[in-house]
C-alpha cells in the first residue's frame, strides 16, 4: 500500500529549526517529484518546496526561501524539510506530497505539526 509518513514536527521557538522527514513507501519513489505544503488554521493550503526526482530542482515559496531546505534520499525513500530561522508565522501542518507525471498519480501523507511560538 501507498503510504508517505510525516515525522519531526514540534513545538520550537522562534529562530530555532525543526527537521521534518517524510518516508515513503508502495510507490517508485524516485520517479516522484515530491513537495511539502502546509496549511494554517482558517488558511488555504500552500506549496512550501519542491524537489524533482533526482533532486535536480528545487523550488521554494517566497515566504521560506533562505530558510528551509529540501531535499531527498532515494536510497532510503525520504524527502526531508530542513527548517531554520522558524517564525510564528511558519505555525502548521505540514504535509508530504508526491507526484508522478509518467503514471499520473499524486499522494499526500497524513501531516505533522510545526508550532512556532514563544
Known amino acids: 500500500q501507498v503510504q508517505l509518513v510525516e515525522s519531526g514536527g514540534g513545538l520550537v521557538q522562534p529562530g530555532g529549526s525543526l527537521r521534518l522527514s517524510c518516508a515513503a513507501s508502495?510507490?517508485?519513489?524516485?520517479?516522484?517529484?515530491m513537495s511539502w505544503y502546509r496549511q494554517a488554521p482558517g488558511k488555504e493550503r500552500e506549496l512550501v518546496a519542491t524537489?524533482?526526482?533526482?533532486?535536480?530542482?528545487?523550488n521554494y515559496a517566497d515566504s521560506v526561501r533562505g530558510r528551509f531546505t529540501i531535499s531527498r534520499d532515494n536510497a532510503k525513500n525520504t524527502v526531508y524539510l530542513q527548517m531554520n530561522s522558524l517564525k510564528p508565522e511558519d505555525t502548521a501542518v505540514y504535509f508530504c506530497?508526491?507526484?508522478?507525471?509518467?503514471?499520473?498519480?499524486?499522494?499526500w501523507g497524513q501531516g505533522t505539526q510545526v508550532t512556532v511560538s514563544s
Open positions: 506530497h508526491g507526484r508522478s507525471s509518467w503514471f499520473g498519480t499524486v499522494y
Open positions: 524537489i524533482t526526482s533526482s533532486s535536480e530542482t528545487t
Open positions: 508502495g510507490f517508485t519513489f524516485s520517479r516522484y517529484t
